[in-house]
């Protein structure tokens, strides 16, 4: 299939590369292109800071599906 042209697939040679493409794409999608960088400290010390100030406290998913009667 390396060098075959899409008229040479089979259907289901077809539907595998269909898959394939669409799988890379979601995952190209999805994937944070920050991953592999580091904060710096500054920003990391005003994360810190703004989450200490902050008066909300935070739910658990269970907490918030129980608010219109779900079940987590």
Known sequence: M???SVAELTIDEF???VKEV???TII???ADPDESLELR???QERLHR???ASPTK???AQEV???PGLEW
Do not use: P, R, Y
């Open 2 to 4: 390396a060098n075959s």
């Open 15 to 17: 539907k595998g590369l």
């Open 22 to 24: 669409v799988s890379q």
């Open 28 to 30: 190209e999608l999805l």
């Open 41 to 43: 400290e500054e920003i």
């Open 50 to 52: 703004s989450l200490a």
């Open 58 to 60: 935070t739910k658990s």
């Open 65 to 67: 599906a129980e608010k």
